[in-house]
């Protein structure tokens, strides 16, 4: 079964910078499947900040876009996110997270994937920005 970990969440200030990793262990079949960044705010809705999928494509949320940088290694098994002009809305806990669809299914850099089945998460690191 696959295992997602996380690391690098921290507390930083607006304009900071921070990247979090994900390992993915036991990720041993065909990667064909979408890799991303979810995260939550307190009170709020999960929210897909990033994802790549098998083909290298990538998809960002809008207000992340520019600022944000999803990178995954030759193997497939490591994914990071380059957070650079962090800005209080940032604020949330960051979950790494594996489809179970084939990224083919699920749009061009994983568009249309929500999360909300068919997906394994990490345990998630926090993020918290100040001013």
């Known amino acids: 079964q696959v295992e997602l970990v996380e690391s690098g969440g921290d507390s930083v200030q607006t304009g900071g910078s921070l990247r979090l990793s994900c390992a993915a262990i036991n990720y041993a079949t065909e990667k064909k499947y979408c890799m991303g960044w979810f995260r939550q705010a307190p009170g709020k809705e999960r929210e897909r900040v990033a994802s790549?999928?098998?083909?290298?494509?990538?998809n960002y949320l809008d207000s992340v876009r520019g600022r944000f940088t999803v990178f995954q290694d030759n193997t497939k098994t490591r994914l990071d996110l380059q957070m650079n002009n962090i800005r209080l809305e940032d604020t949330a806990t960051y979950y790494c997270a594996l489809s179970r669809l084939p990224s083919i299914i699920l749009g061009r850099g994983c568009r249309n994937w929500s999360g909300r089945d068919l997906t394994t998460w990490g345990q998630g690191t926090q993020v918290v920005v100040s001013s």
């Open positions: 790549i999928a098998a083909d290298g494509g990538t």
